[in-house]
C-alpha cells in the first residue's frame, strides 16, 4: 500500500520563475493538504483540497494556487518565485475533512535562487 | 503564525531515559497531535488527543492534554537511538477541518 508520493524531491529554480509540485495520497485518501516548512520552522498550511475544490486556506498570497483530479492527486503551483519561498513543500493526505491524522509525504526541496 | 510552541527547543539524553517536551496552544483546540519528523523528511503521525481526554497512551509514549492551561506534554520512555528526531506538536480547531497549527517543534538527541 502506497503512501504519499510527491515529485521532484528536489527543485532550483531562479527568482521569477513559475514552479509546479505534484502529490499523490495514499490510497483511500481523499482529502489533500499542503503545507510549507522553512528551515527550522514547523509546517505552515497552505490550502487544503476535497472534491477538486480549495476548502481551506492559510496565510499565503494568490502566488500559490493549486488543483486537485479526480483520482485525488493534486499540484501546487507557485508564480513569481521570491527567494522566501525556499523550504520544504510537504503533501498531506487523509480520509475526510474533519480532525483526521495526516500522512505526510516526504516533501519537495525547493530552492529559489 | 504558528499555533503552537513546543519547550524545549532542543532536548539530548542518554539512551534508555525518558524523553519530555511540552507544547503550548492559544486558542481552543478539537484536538492535539504529535507528529515526529527525521531530518528534513514528512513527518509522521505519533498520537492524536481530543479536547475531552486528559491522557492517552501509544506503546513507550504517553501524552497528556491541560485544556485549562492551554498545554500538552509528550513522554517517551526507555528513549533508544531511532527516536532521534524532531517532534512536533499540531492543534486542530472547530471548523477549520484538517487544517493544523503547527509548532516550532522540539529537536531530540538520543546518545547510544
Known amino acids: 500500500d502506497a503512501g504519499v508520493t510527491q515529485s521532484p524531491t528536489h527543485l532550483i529554480k531562479t527568482r521569477g520563475q513559475q514552479v509546479t509540485l505534484r502529490c499523490s495520497p495514499k490510497s483511500g485518501h481523499d482529502t489533500v493538504s499542503w503545507y510549507q516548512q522553512a528551515l527550522g520552522q514547523g509546517p505552515q498550511f497552505i490550502f487544503q483540497y476535497y472534491e477538486e475544490e480549495e476548502r481551506q486556506r492559510g496565510n499565503f498570497p494568490d502566488r500559490f494556487s493549486g488543483h486537485q483530479f479526480p483520482n485525488y492527486s493534486s499540484e501546487l503551483n507557485v508564480n513569481a518565485l521570491l527567494l522566501g519561498d525556499s523550504a520544504l513543500y510537504l503533501c498531506a493526505s487523509s480520509p475526510g475533512v474533519f480532525n483526521s491524522p495526516l500522512h505526510f509525504g516526504n516533501g519537495t526541496r525547493l530552492t529559489v535562487t | 503564525s504558528q499555533q503552537g510552541e513546543e519547550d524545549p527547543q532542543a532536548l539530548s539524553i542518554q539512551e534508555g531515559e525518558n524523553a519530555t517536551m511540552n507544547c503550548s496552544y492559544k486558542?481552543?483546540?478539537?484536538?492535539l497531535q504529535w507528529y515526529r519528523q527525521n531530518s528534513g523528511r514528512g513527518l509522521v503521525h505519533l498520537i492524536l488527543i481530543r479536547s475531552n481526554e486528559r491522557e492517552k497512551h501509544s506503546g513507550r509514549l504517553r501524552v497528556t492534554l491541560d485544556t485549562s492551561k492551554k498545554s500538552s506534554s509528550l513522554l517517551i520512555t526507555a528513549s533508544r537511538a531511532a527516536d532521534t528526531a524532531s517532534y512536533f506538536c499540531a492543534t486542530g480547531q472547530t471548523n477549520t477541518g484538517n487544517q493544523f497549527y503547527f509548532g516550532t517543534g522540539t529537536s531530540l538527541t538520543v546518545i547510544p
Open positions: 486558542t481552543s483546540i478539537n484536538n
